[in-house]
């Protein structure tokens, strides 16, 4: 019986032709180059990260500026007339800036041939990432795994200490790297393409063509096949986004895979923080009869940030399996390497159970791989007495022999005398140079995050932060839905705060609107015994006449000095919300749907369910304008003290920023200067950015165009 379920622990199932292990990046790099090279309809390219400047090919006398991956892309479209080459790469923050190559949408879009199409990809919840690793070429042959097509990730098996070719495309050597990636043929190489062209659609809206089968697979020339004629399966973890359900089809394939274990599960890992793995593992250990589990893990994470967090993480979810390993069947290592200070940093994706299962893909054993990035992993799964129990054992005897610097079939000799997996390890692991050393689990940590953090979700996230589920309810399933209108909207208010504040320094009205006369009028307005009530009378009519608040605010901003401004602005907007919610609540329900139409019942499902947070997000999305959701609030008569609450929490920050760009505005025109210029230039960028990503966010995904 198969351990792969379609529809539960497998997205789908489907027949390669051929498929093979590529252990570490130099025999990915070649291979992938082999079969971009004779693709002849397209080149799919999902990524975490990609850097045009790469050498595909290295040393051999190949000359590296010939191999770089954007010269290799541009030359093969120009080469090919019916080529076309799509790449979606995660649209990352601006965090690892410094590790990445400078404006790749300027090398990977506008630089290069125009059958190449570029798009950074954000469609996720906000502290996710796009994690898949994907190349799709002809959508005949795929590749997929840990290894994407950037810096500091190409490396031999024999992971020199001092290999020449290993170097980032600014020159500077990094060390050892290992990962492994799975190069397959057929229907298999088919799904992931339509995994690619699903999300392609997801990110911009449109879908593309998927081209007529070629007439010769694009299987690279020099790479052998491990496996002939398989099913396998192909697994996701998709976080809930935009109406779309969670995936956890990875989470559950690696539960199930330790729980079939009979005698051995290998794990290779970059991160050990997965509370749901963790427990299986757990769960494992405390039988009495039960499988060998060798973890192996980098000595130490990558930046003090990651050793702060994810290595805090581990070294309590290693404690935690050391505390159930009764039965001493447990052994973790770092791959060590003949210089005693370098480790080789693991960066591999891998589980093997038996000779039943292997999983190789891109998801790490963590919280946010088994939940809340994008994530895909391919899966071979043994029937009785067939060929892919051998392949399967092939490639574990394939890495431990790389691990502990072995022949093969002297890993495969042992392995037959000993007949445990931790005895043969340990039977051949040496004292010094390459081998497989013992993990301490109480390194010294820069910080000891999980200790100052005690909600590790924090720091290792399961599922999107309150406010993005809360915007994921008022996201909008429209197909093709356009942003323009609302950032048009917010554009037109500031045009007339700036047409208003030109008409002050420019026109008749110069003469009389000096700042020193309106602030004499303010002031005198101030000294008036009912000046609140006319300045919140202006703010009462404007609410009943569906005046924008932000034009109200802004007006309010440019009238009085910003204290002054900014208090009377969120007064005058509480006071307008309170009237109109009165109003609503008078009116009742069936009156407001006339002028709300199908928004009330959705406005107001989700004011009920929240309280002050949802007033306050809504306070700052394009839902419906302000009046006419103080109607439907009424209408639905919500708790007023968490309507007011929200509203003045989600109105502030607003009000604030409105507030001084205004004044920044009129002193500018009034008093030429490039530091207030810049302020007030800065602010409306933030406004409009803010607008054009809120608005984005609640777009439904994109329809076929």
């Known amino acids: 019986m198969t ?70 892309l541009n030359d093969k479209v120009k080469r090919t007339p019916e080529l076309h080459v799509y790449i979606l790469n995660w649209d990352f923050p601006m965090l690892y800036v410094r590790e990445r190559e400078w404006l790749p949408i300027l090398k990977l879009g506008w630089k290069t041939h125009g059958r190449i199409f570029y798009h950074q ?7 996710a990432s796009q994690h898949q690793k994907l190349v799709v070429i002809d959508n005949q042959v795929a590749f997929c795994g840990g290894l994407d097509l950037t810096n500091s990730r190409w490396d031999t098996p024999e992971h020199r200490l001092d290999d020449p070719r290993r170097t980032t495309p600014d020159g500077e050597a990094y060390p050892p790297f290992h990962d492994i990636q799975m190069a397959v043929q057929g229907e298999a190489a088919e799904k992931l393409g339509q995994l690619f062209t699903d999300r392609w659609q997801w990110a911009t809206g449109y879908s593309i063509a998927l081209p007529k089968t070629a007439s010769a697979p694009p299987w690279p020339e020099n790479l052998p096949p491990d496996l002939l004629d398989i099913q396998m399966g192909i697994s996701r973890t998709l976080p809930a986004y935009k109406g779309r359900d969670q995936v956890l089809e990875v989470e559950t394939l690696y539960t ?23 427990g299986a593992l757990e769960d494992s250990l405390s039988q009495e009869q039960g499988p060998d589990i060798c973890i192996v893990l980098p000595r130490e994470s990558s930046g003090w940030l990651e050793q702060s967090t994810m290595d805090s993480i581990r070294a309590r979810v290693l404690k935690q399996l050391s505390a159930a390993d009764d039965h001493h069947r447990l052994q973790v290592f770092y791959p060590a390497l003949d210089d005693e200070k370098t480790a080789l940093y693991v960066h591999a994706k891998l589980m093997i159970v038996d000779d039943r299962l292997a999983l190789i893909g891109s998801a790490n054993v963590s919280n946010r791989s088994m939940r809340f990035d994008s994530e895909c992993v391919l899966a071979v799964a043994a029937k009785e007495d067939d060929s892919v129990g051998e392949a399967i054992l092939s490639l574990r005897n394939r890495l431990l022999a790389e691990h502990l610097d072995k022949p093969v079939d002297g890993v495969v000799k ?11 390890i340990a039977s051949l692991s040496e004292s010094s140079g390459r081998r497989l050393q013992k993990l301490a689990f109480d390194q010294a940590l820069p910080v000891d995050g999980a200790a100052i953090v005690r909600d590790h979700e924090l720091l290792d996230p399961e599922t999107p932060i309150a406010f993005d589920r809360m915007m994921d309810r008022f996201a909008r399933n429209e197909q093709g839905t356009s942003k323009m209108p609302q950032v048009m909207k917010l554009a037109g208010v500031l045009l007339i705060l700036l047409a208003l504040a030109a008409a002050w320094r420019w026109s008749p009205l110069a003469e009389w609107a000096t700042r020193e006369n309106l602030a004499a009028w303010a002031g005198k307005i101030k000294e008036q015994p009912l000046s609140f009530l006319i300045v919140l009378g202006g703010y ?19 009238v009085f000095d910003p204290v002054m401004g900014a208090l009377y602005a969120l007064s005058g907007c509480l006071v307008s919300a309170l009237t109109t919610f009165w109003a609503g609540a008078g009116l009742g329900k069936q009156m407001v749907r006339k002028v709300a139409g199908k928004k009330l019942n959705h406005i107001s499902r989700q004011m009920a369910r929240q309280g002050i947070l949802t007033v306050a997000l809504i306070r700052n999305i394009p839902v419906a304008p302000f009046s006419l959701v103080n109607l439907i609030a009424g209408a639905s008569h919500i708790k007023l003290k968490d309507y007011l609450l929200g509203t003045a929490a989600g109105m502030l920050p607003g009000i604030l920023v409105i507030t001084i760009f205004a004044d920044r505005l009129l002193h500018t025109i009034q008093h030429p200067g490039w530091v207030n ?5 800065a602010l409306a960028v933030v406004m409009i950015a803010g607008n054009v990503w809120v608005t984005k966010r609640l777009s439904g995904k994109g329809g076929k165009k």
């Not at 292990?21 to 070649?30: M, T, V």
């Not at 199930?256 to 923080?273: H, N, P, R, S, V």
């Not at 210029?677 to 230039?681: E, N, P, Q, V």
């Open 3 to 72: 351990l792969l379920k379609e529809n539960d622990n497998c997205w789908c199932l489907a027949h390669a032709q051929k498929a093979a292990f590529l252990i570490d990046g130099a025999a990915y790099f070649s291979a992938v180059a082999d079969a971009m090279e004779q693709a002849k309809k397209t080149i799919f390219i999902a990524a975490w990260d990609i850097d045009s400047r790469i050498a595909l090919l290295r040393g051999n006398g190949v000359p590296d500026d010939q191999t770089d991956l954007g010269a290799f």
């Open 121 to 127: 990809d954000d469609q996720h919840p906000v502290g």
């Open 256 to 278: 199930d895979g330790i729980k079939a274990a009979e005698k051995a599960i290998y794990i290779e890992t970059q991160y050990l923080t997965s509370a749901k793995i963790a």
């Open 414 to 424: 042992v392995f037959a005398r000993q007949g445990a997996m931790n005895q043969t």
């Open 540 to 558: 009462i009519a404007g609410g009943f006449l569906m005046v924008p608040v932000t034009l109200l605010v802004g007006v309010t901003a440019m």
């Open 677 to 681: 210029g810049l302020i007030a230039a």
